[in-house]
């Protein structure tokens, strides 16, 4: 004769098989896992009307006095995520990379945001402390804004893309029409601080991770005759 399984029975197989999925849906993220980052330009011959942050800001390259107040020695106060952010852009500094930027509170007159403007100068350096393949490489008339960051008292005061906005404008003075960035496809914050600035996607970086991250292929797919468009962003 057949037992019919109690509910307690079906309750418990159906937490179990959902874990096994959830565990096998893990392994496979580790196994292999996919990635989309955008490439934005800004074309300077184009107007961009003139806006402000909630505060107010000027722009000028970094100084050592402005980089001790951004990249402290003591990072205790920070998130885990922050001190990773903050020590990965520590090992710029000593680097012969492009200029450092930075955003200035004009009511405190303390440093509130910082970038890097590279060109096709920075190449080689570029190639050697990025990934292989992260970023193309720079034409002549191109220039590449990377490595922003805001500190965490400064951050949903748009700062971002009005610091962006005039920074990007340095990049004429070197002779460069067009400014070029990266932003990963899921940050929709950030997409849309960038098309405030006068940027729009034009590449696509498409990466696949194979086998815990140990085997990663890279490739860039040209979007300007595409319609895709991030979402969210517009």
Not at 79 to 102: A, H
Request: aromatic share 8%; net charge positive.
């Amino acid at each position: 004769m057949l037992s019919v399984p109690n509910s307690v029975q079906v309750a418990a197989e159906l937490v179990a098989n959902r874990r096994y999925a959830e565990f096998a849906r893990r392994c496979a993220g580790l196994i292999v896992e996919n990635r989309a980052t955008y490439g934005l330009r800004r074309d300077l011959g184009l107007p961009l009307a003139e806006f402000e942050a909630k505060t107010p800001i000027t722009v000028r390259p970094a100084s050592s006095a402005d980089m001790a107040h951004l990249v402290p020695s003591d990072l205790s106060a920070l998130s885990r995520k922050d001190r990773v952010e903050v020590n990965t852009r520590r090992g710029f500094m000593d680097e012969r990379l492009g200029t450092c930027f930075v955003a200035i509170d004009r009511e405190k007159n303390v440093p509130c945001y910082f970038q890097w403007l590279m060109t096709e100068a920075d190449n080689d350096t570029i190639q050697r402390l990025f990934p292989k393949t992260w970023f193309p490489r720079l034409q002549s008339g191109e220039a590449l804004l990377e490595n922003a960051y805001t500190p965490p008292a400064y951050r949903g005061r748009g700062i971002m893309s009005a610091a962006m906005a005039r920074i990007a404008l340095r990049a004429a003075d070197l002779g460069c029409r067009h400014v070029i960035t990266f932003v990963e496809s899921t940050n929709i914050p950030s997409l849309r601080g960038c098309r405030k600035a006068g940027f729009e996607p034009y590449l696509m970086r498409e990466e696949r991770r194979l086998v815990f991250g140990l085997v990663r292929l890279r490739r860039f797919r040209d979007l300007r005759a595409d319609e895709t468009r991030p979402a969210g962003m517009y």
